[in-house]
């Protein structure tokens, strides 16, 4: 049905390193929408989950009510794949800084483990999985965005940074080695990372770190008719992309193992206010 349902127009598509060919028709009237009282809202679009996130900072009510949608995708046994998008002008921020002030020592470990495991999950998500950079994106929010498996990004006025570097702030081991196989080493690695270059999307598209670029207005539609692209020949069983996923990326996580297991993680110390640094007991 689905083959069938993009043979019925094909049109050239811009900015693709790929031939993306095939097309979606009239995509936002097919779409099911359910709103959620966390702000999210996940839409259904031709068996696509669509998941909008509700803000542009990442917290605590960010990560369990991202996870509660996540749970219900993965139960639509109908579903084909995962696609996120962000809001207004930005994908993501990254995390929330002043809500992190306000937690204590213990809360603030249990955050950033629980912010790290949902970039765990997207890394694994058994089915195919597209991030949508309507807007810029920075720090934690790329960690987020890299963790999907195909990325597209508007050309309009976006950028894409790691600024860690700018920050004072490392990376932790998970993240390192899964961020490496997704940025392809080399030259990408020292730009994107070291150098924290500001990628804008034709720059982005040059270097490979995203799949396509398109003008905001039709982002979302042109998004999805690139991730139908790889759709084409029938769903993917979900065990296999698991099966998959885990072969790739097993060096990611066995350092996302490691991580949790440190005593005293560097990675959340660096977040810790004096104050809290000064209470926390690992």
Known sequence: MLLGRLM???????????PWIFACSNIHA?????NTDSGFKLQYINNIALLHMDKNV???NFVKNMNVLLDSVESNKSCLALATIGNSKFYSNGLDLKYMETLSPEDLVTFIHDAKRLLHRI???PMPTLAILNGSTYAFGAFLAFAHDIRTMSTDKTVL???AVHEKRRVSGFIRDYLK?????GKNVADALILARHYKAKDAHKSLLVHAIHPEASLLDYSLQVLESFLVPGPFPREGILGMKSDIYKQPIDSFVEDLNMKRPFFVVQYMTPTQLANYKA
Request: aromatic content about 6%.
């Open 8 to 18: 019925q127009r094909l049109m050239p598509m811009r900015h693709c390193r790929q």
């Open 30 to 34: 097919q779409a099911q929408c359910q």
């Open 58 to 60: 990442m917290d605590g």
């Open 123 to 125: 890394l694994l998500f």
């Open 161 to 163: 940074s790691f600024t």
């Open 181 to 185: 196989i997704k940025l392809g080493g």
